[in-house]
């Protein structure tokens, strides 16, 4: 992973450019607090503190597991009424005053003595980078299915239903996915993803969606109308909860 990391950071030309405090800011408000460790990496290799850099990417990286694995364990009602921006600019501005604490005065002593200062272009590379860890882990902890899931899948593009297999029945899922078709919900457009999970003894049917339905109230209002629709089609209890492909972002309950 040393090296992996090694080989990332001394990317391309930008290597000498020092990257200023609104860059690490802004790098990451985008990328996350890992394409943030990068640029603290690279400021410390040109400062001559191997160890420091080394321990910037370490922390920056397991700073970006634990916010994921938070955001995953927080109780919906709480990730949900929280602005999706909130978080990001958080922890954007306190990688921001923590650059200015460790690296300001090196940043400002480089820069006089000729070393040209980074812009947020120079650092987009980085952001992306973070933004591609975040999408792994996703896959990972969200998406993938853990053991005790069965999968049942709809139709020629293959909707996919996840449950769990010893608390939920076959003909219950089926039941569901029948109705999935009729709504239209389940077409051919492109393939969706359900999740049964109980929680608490509480049922829960997760659909994951694009990040912008939570923005469109005609989307909201056609999930509350496809809630209806299946509980009055299947008499099963449970909540509907949307998922986008924000962790930040969270969850929203349909009811």
């Not at 690490?24 to 690279?42: D, E, N, Q, S």
Request: proline share 4%; glycine share 8%; aromatic share 12%.
């Amino acid at each position: 992973m040393g090296s992996f990391f090694t080989t990332l950071a001394s990317h391309g030309d930008i290597l000498m450019k020092i990257n200023t405090i609104n860059t690490i800011r802004a790098v990451t408000l985008i990328g996350g607090p890992w394409a943030g460790g990068i640029l603290f990496y690279k400021n410390f290799k040109i400062f001559n503190e191997p160890l420091k850099a080394k321990l910037s990417l370490v922390i920056g990286f397991l700073f970006t597991i634990a916010l994921m694995g938070i955001a995953i364990l927080l109780p919906e009602n709480w990730v949900s009424n929280i602005p999706s921006v909130i978080i990001p600019l958080i922890i954007a501005f306190l990688t921001g005053a923590l650059a200015k604490k460790l690296q300001g005065e090196a940043i400002d002593a480089s820069i006089e003595q000729g070393i040209l200062p980074s812009t947020f272009k120079d650092g987009f590379l980085w952001s992306l980078i973070g933004i591609a860890l975040f999408v792994v882990f996703f896959i990972l902890f969200v998406l993938i299915p853990n053991p005790n899931t069965e999968t049942m899948t709809f139709g020629t593009i293959q909707h996919e239903i996840l449950y769990p297999q010893k608390q939920v029945n076959d003909q219950t899922v089926m039941d569901l996915g029948e109705t999935f078709i009729k709504s239209g919900f389940f077409n051919k457009s492109h393939q969706k993803h359900v999740e049964l999970t109980i929680e608490s003894d509480t049922l829960f049917l997760n659909i994951y969606v694009p990040g912008e339905t939570f923005k469109d109230q005609k989307a909201l209002n056609s999930f509350k109308d496809l809630d209806q629709m299946i509980k009055q089609q299947t008499g099963l209890e449970y909540v509907m909860r949307l998922y986008t492909g924000n962790i930040i972002q969270g969850t929203k309950r349909i009811e």
